[in-house]
């Protein structure tokens, strides 16, 4: 089984989540969220019946508490180098939208 997180839950995270959790519970199973907007993030921890302690609106409590074998980074252009550091720095693997960087 593939423990997944996701930084960033607007309607392309929504899109990975959606498509990872078709492969089935006994392949995937998503374990935390991240996002600014708390009606998108209760929206997602309800469809994936994630406890209060799995979702987060800061980022950096997200990364501090990351356990995930993959994290999804689905945030704006500009945040997506940082984010996909951070995941990889906290010992998970990464799957980032394109650009990787802006700048």
Do not use: W
């Amino acid at each position: 089984m593939i423990a997944v997180s996701c930084i960033g839950v607007g309607l392309r995270g929504q899109r990975y989540l959606d498509g990872l959790a078709k492969l089935g519970e006994d392949k995937i199973k998503i374990v935390s969220l991240c996002d600014k907007n708390l009606v998108r993030l209760k929206q997602q921890q309800e469809k994936f019946h994630l406890s209060d302690e799995d979702v987060y609106e800061d980022e950096d409590a997200f990364f501090k508490n990351l356990k995930s074998d993959l994290c999804i980074v689905s945030t704006q252009d500009q945040d997506h180098v940082g984010h996909a550091i951070k995941a990889m720095e906290a010992g998970s693997d990464v799957l980032c939208e394109k650009p990787i960087s802006n700048q």
